[in-house]
């Protein structure tokens, strides 16, 4: 089995039918995944009851000092 190659394709240089509309709600959907992201991210981004930590990490553990479970 060989790769398939740009050649063959049959919608190289035009997307037509089906797989057009597919495209586009694709990108209508990511469009609308953006607006609701940056109206709930306005109105709830800043947290005005964070908590306050002093302290200090001295050492950051790597995935080789961490338990295996």
């Known amino acids: 089995m060989s790769e ?13 039918g089906e797989k057009k509309k597919i495209v586009w709600i694709v990108i209508i959907i990511g469009l609308l ?5 940056s109206i709930v991210y306005r109105y709830y981004g ?5 908590i ?3 302290d200090i990490i001295k050492i950051v553990p ?3 000092t961490l338990p295996v479970r």
């Open 62 to 64: 790597n995935s080789k």
């Open 52 to 54: 306050q930590t002093n």
């Open 33 to 37: 995944i953006g607006l609701i992201y």
């Open 46 to 50: 800043n947290v005005d009851d964070s």
């Open 4 to 16: 398939p190659r740009l050649e063959d394709i049959g919608d190289y240089n035009t997307l037509k």
